[in-house]
Structures are given as structure tokens and as C-alpha cells.
């Protein structure tokens, strides 16, 4: 039998609270419950079984639940099991509900039984921000499908694919980004060293403002920040090169200008690329078409990458 029980059954008070704790102090409890079961349990009938609201500012919870199993537990027979609101400002970086999984947990997990159900949904109503957020790396990990109904936007500029480094190309220094690169009898990446060469393989990613947006065939400990273009992963002789797409490309314009619209083709000078003033030659050995000019000299080029 419960040591203390206030029930209101009054149709005239449906707003009624049958215990209503308030305490004042910084560090003070309005309501505390401990037991060896539930420690505070609380049934509303249609509405909330246990409501709590903090009005501290220095990051007071509404309702605190700690258990050697679950420390905060809600069953919702028509609607929500767990209800979280915060009115705090934007500036505040505030939750409606907050889960921190510490070094043995998730922060927040879910699970869903019914068809069509989302073990996690998040909505935002005014569309003005994500429904979901994730920070980490990765920032999202998914063991399944993926489907997207809309568009799916991607902030770089290129799709690029990792390629081995070549041994006798002196290194992953000998590729910088915007490198021009060809194949070498065993498929791994070398410096193009001549002009009209057949076996081009595209450019380095990561020059200039440029970062691939897709990276294909990623190895499983390859993070994302190492393949961009500059980076090594693991002592790994690795390079991410673009094969579609906008990318820089060092040029040169020795044996004549490029202009915008060029084909571009491998040149004799070492990484570099030159316009395809040959067609017959240009067969098989183009890269892309410049995007950007060059009058003279070295420089870099943008050019659209599209093998052909």
C-alpha cells in the first residue's frame, strides 16, 4: 500500500493536480521519489502522468530520472510516451529533451515496431532548419538502405574515386592536388609525362576551392578528411582523383592557349595538362574541357572532368 495518495476525481477541476510540488532554492527538489520499483509514478488519465517544468537558468531539468535500469520511463496510451519542451531562446542552444550517453551509451536511442514507423523521426514545422542534425565522424552512420525523396545536396564539386599511388612515381608528394595522373601497367596512379597519353585516368582532387563531393571506394579506416584530395590515410600510397565533375587542373600553355570550351589531353610536361589541338590524337586521350582560360605559361585550369 503506498505510504501517501492524493487522487482529484472532481469533473469540475480537469486541470486539477493531485500533488504539486514547488521549491525555491538553486539546488532544491520539488518533487522526489525513490523506490525500489518505480521511484515516482504518476497516472493522468488523459493527459500528463508526471509533469515537470524548471524555471532555473543555469540549466535545471524538469524532470530528472536516474535508475539502475531506466531513470525516466513513459508510456502514452494515445499519444506520446515522453514529452520534452523547452522555451528557452535560439541563442541558448536548448533541447526539448536531452540524452547523454556518456562513455557506456547512446545519447538517444529508439525502437519501432509498427509498418512504416521511424524508431527516431525529427520534424521541424517551419522548415527553416534540419529535421535531423548529426555532428561526429561520421556524422551519420546508416546499416541498410537509404532512400531520399527530394533532391540530395552535396557541397563539392566533383566525384572522385581512390586510386593507388604508382611505386615508381617518388610518392604521394609527387601527386599534389590538381595533378594530372595516367595508369601505369599495374592500374595504379603516376604523373602524366606525355602528351596524348591513352591511359589518363583524370585529375587529383582537392586544388584550389575544389573538394570532391562523392568519394568512391573509400577503404573502411580512410576518413573523409584524409581522402579529399591532400590527404593519406594509414601511410596508405592513396589519391583521390576526380573521373566526373569540376576540378583545377595545373596546365600549361606552351604549345598553344587553352580557351574556354578546349578538350584538354595529358601533356608532356610532368602532371600537366594542354589543349587537344589534334583531334585524331585527342581519341581516347581527353580528360575533360577547360572551363576557365589560360593565354600562356603554367597555371591552373577548371576544367569539367568526363573521361572520353
Known amino acids: 500500500m503506498p505510504t501517501f ?23 532544491a527538489i520539488a518533487v522526489f521519489g525513490q523506490g525500489g520499483a518505480v521511484g515516482l509514478r504518476g ?28 531513470g525516466v520511463q513513459g508510456i ?10 523547452t522555451r528557452a531562446p535560439i541563442t541558448a542552444g536548448s533541447s526539448g ?18 509498418p512504416g514507423k521511424a524508431a527516431v523521426a525529427g520534424f521541424h ?54 595533378t594530372v595522373v595516367v595508369l601505369d601497367d599495374a592500374g595504379a596512379l603516376m604523373p602524366c609525362e606525355r602528351g596524348y597519353d591513352t591511359t589518363v585516368a583524370g585529375v587529383v582532387s582537392g586544388a584550389g576551392d575544389r573538394r570532391p563531393a562523392l568519394v568512391l571506394d573509400r577503404r573502411e579506416h580512410e576518413s573523409a578528411r584524409s581522402t579529399a584530395g591532400t590527404g593519406t590515410s594509414g601511410g596508405e600510397r592513396r589519391r583521390t582523383v576526380a573521373v566526373v565533375g569540376k576540378v583545377w587542373c595545373l596546365a600549361e ?5 587553352i580557351r574556354v570550351g578546349d578538350l584538354l589531353t595529358t601533356s608532356s610536361a610532368r602532371g600537366h595538362a594542354m ?10 586521350a ?14 591552373l585550369v577548371l576544367a569539367l572532368v568526363g573521361l572520353g
Request: a negative charge; zero cysteines; charged letters at 20%.
Open 253 to 257: 600553355a606552351s604549345t598553344g592557349p
Open 5 to 27: 495518495r492524493n487522487e482529484v476525481n472532481d469533473p469540475a477541476l480537469p486541470e486539477e493536480t493531485a500533488i504539486h510540488g514547488i521549491a525555491r532554492g538553486s539546488d
Open 97 to 114: 529533451v536531452l540524452g547523454e550517453g556518456k562513455d557506456g551509451g547512446d545519447g538517444v536511442k529508439g525502437h519501432a515496431n509498427g
Open 286 to 299: 581527353v580528360l575533360g574541357k577547360a572551363l576557365t582560360p589560360l593565354a600562356s605559361g603554367t597555371g
Open 76 to 85: 502514452g496510451e494515445t499519444w506520446v510516451g515522453v514529452y520534452g519542451e
Open 43 to 70: 497516472d493522468g488519465g488523459t493527459w500528463h502522468g508526471v509533469a515537470g517544468i524548471s524555471t532555473s537558468t543555469t540549466g535545471g531539468a524538469g524532470v530528472n530520472g536516474t535508475g539502475a535500469a531506466v
Open 275 to 284: 589543349a587537344a589541338t589534334d583531334r585524331e590524337s585527342a581519341f581516347g
Open 125 to 178: 514545422l517551419s522548415n527553416r532548419g534540419p529535421g535531423i542534425f548529426g555532428r561526429g565522424s561520421p556524422a551519420g552512420l546508416f546499416d541498410g538502405d537509404v532512400v531520399v525523396s527530394g533532391d540530395l545536396i552535396l557541397s563539392g564539386a566533383d566525384v572522385g574515386e581512390r586510386f593507388d599511388v604508382s611505386d615508381g612515381s617518388a610518392g604521394t608528394a609527387g601527386i599534389s592536388p590538381g
